[in-house]
């Protein structure tokens, strides 16, 4: 007889991981440690897009097709969405910034983003206050990704542009944060964010390290899992460093469930209510007459 797995009593929040690079094995797994609501940012696919209907046809995927398919494992999935750094200095990509709008007023948009600096040129710094002004044109908050090389000076340069855009700090969170920016970053009123890996940015201990010194207050922690070497299930991993260096589980919901909840909250546009459709109810749910199965019924 096959062993049920005991359900865990701890709910997670992934505000930051891309799940159109992921498995529906993912989407199982991440439900059994717990995650229960997740965040995906629009993001650069790793292949080079060639005009802005690519991105239409990614942006309509985020709000249909992943939704759909997160549900059927009980998870409740939300979007943010924006031309991201990188591909803000591909004028092929540049007309996005025109249609944006009428995505930004779709139920399943929690935030303006990825926006922020990838090699902090003149391209990006267009692209990025035309979206903080979508931002607040919409009444959305933000979703700022730092860059991965210079972060202090990435990190400057962004709260620079973030006090010229009127969009209040409360409505920021920086993400890809480390041990050289946390500081200047909790000092600018943003939300602070962590992306957890296995090899690079940071790892559960570190957080922890930082939760110690920082505290627990507009945090958010993710796994940002994606096509290349990244985990869906860091966030649990951080759970539990967490409860491992002393922290109890309070403060590991307030962190993992409660800071997320709060800060994408302030759009006004979440539904964390799957429970209202039951496990067998949702799979015989279809997404346009198609569903995750294959060769069935």
């Known amino acids: 007889m096959t062993r049920q797995q005991p359900t865990p009593t701890r709910r997670i929040f992934d505000p930051h991981i891309h799940m159109t690079s992921r498995t529906t094995d993912d989407y199982a797994a991440m439900h059994a440690a717990g995650v229960r609501?997740?965040?995906e940012p629009s993001f650069w696919l790793g292949q080079p897009r060639t005009s802005p209907e690519t991105f239409f046809d990614y942006f309509d995927s985020?709000?249909?097709?992943?939704?759909?398919?997160?549900?059927?494992?009980?998870?409740?999935?939300?979007?943010?969405?924006?031309?991201?750094?990188?591909?803000?200095?591909?004028?092929?990509?540049?007309?996005?910034?025109?249609?944006?709008?009428?995505?930004?007023?779709?139920?399943?948009?929690?935030?303006?983003?990825?926006?922020?600096?990838?090699?902090?040129t003149p391209a990006e710094d267009t692209a990025l206050a035309a979206q903080l002004q979508l931002a607040l044109d919409h009444d959305l908050p933000a979703l700022v990704h730092t860059p991965h090389r210079d972060k202090a000076a990435g990190l400057a340069r962004t709260l620079d542009v973030l006090r010229e855009s009127g969009l209040p700090p409360e409505r920021v969170v920086l993400d890809h944060l480390n041990e050289t920016t946390v500081g200047a970053a909790?000092?600018?009123?943003?939300?602070?964010?962590f992306?957890?890996?296995?090899?690079?940015?940071?790892?559960?201990?570190?957080?922890?390290?930082?939760l110690r010194v920082h505290g627990t207050e507009r945090v958010l922690v993710?796994?940002?899992?994606?096509?290349?070497?990244?985990d869906p299930l860091k966030t649990s991993h951080v759970a539990d460093a967490m409860l491992?260096?002393?922290?109890?589980?309070?403060?590991?919901?307030?962190?993992?469930?409660?800071?997320?909840?709060?800060?994408?909250?302030?759009?006004?546009?979440?539904?964390?209510?799957?429970?209202?459709?039951?496990?067998?109810?949702?799979q015989q749910q279809l997404y346009q007459g198609n569903s995750i199965l294959r060769g069935g019924e």
């Open 37 to 39: 609501a997740l965040v």
């Open 62 to 120: 985020l709000l249909g097709w992943e939704p759909y398919r997160a549900a059927q494992y009980g998870i409740a999935h939300h979007c943010t969405l924006a031309l991201n750094p990188k591909e803000a200095n591909d004028p092929r990509c540049t007309p996005v910034l025109d249609e944006l709008p009428r995505y930004l007023i779709k139920d399943g948009v929690v935030a303006v983003g990825e926006v922020g600096y990838d090699s902090m």
């Open 186 to 193: 909790a000092d600018s009123g943003c939300w602070l964010g």
């Open 195 to 210: 992306s957890i890996y296995p090899d690079t940015k940071m790892d559960p201990d570190r957080m922890v390290r930082i």
């Open 222 to 230: 993710n796994s940002a899992a994606d096509w290349g070497h990244s």
């Open 244 to 282: 491992a260096a002393g922290f109890d589980e309070d403060d590991i919901e307030k962190v993992l469930w409660h800071n997320p909840v709060a800060f994408y909250g302030q759009s006004g546009r979440l539904d964390l209510d799957l429970d209202r459709v039951s496990p067998g109810e949702r």
